[in-house]
């Protein structure tokens, strides 16, 4: 039991004040009413403070890591982070059990990517709380992403869509969406191009840089997260006819500097005057399936899409390729 060594008393804010000693350790609780302070100083005193408390390491964890990484996988990580501390707030690390996260990972009904997501985050604690603070158990290490929590399925365009990115290039958006299907850019890369790197003479545009938005939305420019990112992509007649005439200044970018919610609201637009019902994201799926069914190879397709992993690629091949055997057998038995 701890050593109460003032009286509650009730400060300027209008709230309880209560100082205790526990285990040698002073410490002042304060809540918005006498019963609520005391239920928070019993259960306090009811944990053990010898051990680890998780929100204490993952807190630290969260301040090291941000320094180190990139914005976008900050906003990944933060995501992982904000779910574990909101469920295990103070549990002592050393008495949490692979059982016991197993069951919460399992109460989640999320994408397969999302959840190892939240088990990457959850293991890097564990490592910074065995490097720093001398805990050694790790209850995520063998666990893996459940079965069942299927992937997002991806986008693609249909043949109506693909119509009206053509016929549309002249609209607010337009050329970005027809580069977009035509080239495989992700969209950080197609607001980074400057023109110097569209090179006219040798039809190629030079992939180099990446564009991203920070929480105010303002863009800022980085490298590539993998080495595939850093490539060149074949740039078509019909593309390089509709850029000619635009060229600007050799560092200045193709599309202006965007901030994030300008993209959102003019591809919505778009969107939604022209009934484009795929993504600018699905358009480089789109780009994938050209490549597809002109019998390019997964190596050479890989790499012309920035795929760090050609198990990426092959990913998409295999949903094109399954959808192929569909169609042929839906032929067939239409024919009966």
Request: hydrophobic residues 35%; positive net charge; contains cysteine.
């Given at each position: 039991m ?6 509650m008393?009730?400060?300027k804010?209008g709230l ?14 304060s809540a918005?009413?006498k019963k609520?302070?005391?239920i ?11 051990k ?10 969260i301040?090291d890591v941000?320094t ?8 990944g990580?933060?995501?992982?982070y904000k779910?574990?501390?909101?469920f295990?707030?103070?549990t ?9 996260v ?5 109460s989640?009904d999320?994408?397969?990517?999302t ?5 990457l ?10 490097v720093n603070?001398?805990?050694t158990?790790?209850p995520?290490?063998h666990?893996?992403?459940?079965k069942g929590?299927?992937?997002r ?7 109506a869509?693909?119509?009206?990115v ?26 980074a ?10 039809k ?6 990446s ?12 490298s590539?997260?993998t080495?595939s990112?850093?490539r ?5 007649d ?14 200045a ?7 994030s919610?300008q993209i959102?609201?003019g ?21 994938a ?5 002109n ?10 899409l ?5 198990s ?8 094109l390729?399954e959808?192929?055997?569909l169609r ?9």
């Amino acid at each position: 039991m701890g050593q109460w060594e003032k009286k509650m008393y009730k400060d300027k804010r209008g709230l309880w004040i209560q100082q205790v000693t526990i285990n040698g350790k002073r410490k002042v609780f304060s809540a918005k009413s006498k019963k609520d302070l005391l239920i928070k100083i019993s259960q306090y005193q009811k944990v053990d403070h010898s051990k680890t408390p998780l929100r204490k390491v993952a807190d630290e964890w969260i301040r090291d890591v941000e320094t180190r990484v990139s914005f976008n996988t900050m906003k990944g990580y933060s995501s992982g982070y904000k779910k574990i501390v909101t469920f295990w707030e103070d549990t002592p690390m050393e008495d949490i059990t692979p059982q016991q996260v197993t069951s919460w990972i399992n109460s989640y009904d999320l994408a397969q990517k999302t959840i190892k997501n939240i088990l990457l985050v959850f293991r890097q604690i564990f490592d910074y709380a065995y490097v720093n603070f001398g805990v050694t158990n790790n209850p995520t290490v063998h666990i893996r992403s459940p079965k069942g929590k299927g992937k997002r399925e991806r986008e693609f365009p249909s043949e109506a869509d693909i119509d009206i990115v053509n016929q549309n290039v002249d609209k607010p958006f337009g050329l970005m969406m027809y580069m977009a299907l035509y080239t495989g850019l992700r969209r950080g890369e197609l607001c980074a191009l400057t023109w110097k790197d569209i090179d006219f003479d040798q039809k190629l545009i030079r992939v180099n840089k990446s564009t991203y938005w920070t929480d105010d939305h303002v863009p800022h420019t980085k490298s590539p997260k993998t080495a595939s990112g850093e490539r060149e992509v074949p740039l078509m007649d019909s593309l390089a006819n509709l850029l000619k005439p635009l060229q600007g200044k050799p560092t200045a970018k193709v599309f202006g500097d965007l901030h994030s919610y300008q993209i959102d609201k003019g591809i919505r637009k778009y969107m939604d005057e022209t009934g484009c019902a795929v993504t600018l994201h699905g358009l480089r799926h789109g780009f994938a399936s050209i490549l597809y069914k002109n019998n390019i190879d997964i190596k050479t397709a890989a790499y012309v899409l920035g795929h760090a992993q050609t198990s990426t690629t092959l990913e998409i091949y295999t949903h094109l390729m399954e959808q192929d055997k569909l169609r042929t057998v839906r032929s067939v038995l239409n024919q009966i």
